[in-house]
């Protein structure tokens, strides 16, 4: 069974930072493309970004040189660095595994998400 579970949310000041954490097991991590989406109130789940098995990395526009992806396979974790916060990424992000190594196209398991509250 995939389990994702993820972590490092909370509440913090426009210009702040968090780290988000989703630690993955259940199967081999290492192989597949990783994720991170989010979902502000009253809209639908957007793309953040994404890490290929190659650690090849992906942004969406609004958080390009803000967010930072990565991942430690050997601890079966991947991470979303989140710089300069502004109160728009206020959401609930969700980690994602993806069906292929090499892109996030299809997800085929999917976390229960943390909040990040961004104040103004």
């Known amino acids: 069974q995939v389990q994702l579970v993820e972590s490092g949310g909370g509440l913090v000041q426009a210009g702040g930072s968090l780290r988000l954490s989703c630690a993955a097991s259940?199967?081999?991590?290492?192989?597949?493309?990783m994720g991170w989406y989010r979902q502000a109130p009253g809209k639908q789940r957007e793309w953040v970004a994404y890490?290929?098995?190659?650690?090849?990395?992906n942004y969406a526009d609004s958080v390009k040189g803000r967010f930072t992806i990565s991942r430690d396979n050997a601890k079966n974790t991947m991470y979303l660095q989140m710089n300069s916060l502004k109160p728009e990424d206020t959401a609930v992000y969700y980690c994602?595994?993806?069906?292929?190594?090499?892109?996030?196209?299809?997800?085929?398991?999917w976390g229960k998400g943390t909040l990040v509250t961004v104040s103004s």
């Open positions: 994602g595994r993806g069906v292929y190594s090499t892109s996030l196209s299809e997800v085929a398991y």
């Open positions: 259940g199967s081999i991590f290492s192989i597949y493309a």
């Open positions: 890490i290929t098995k190659g650690y090849s990395t």
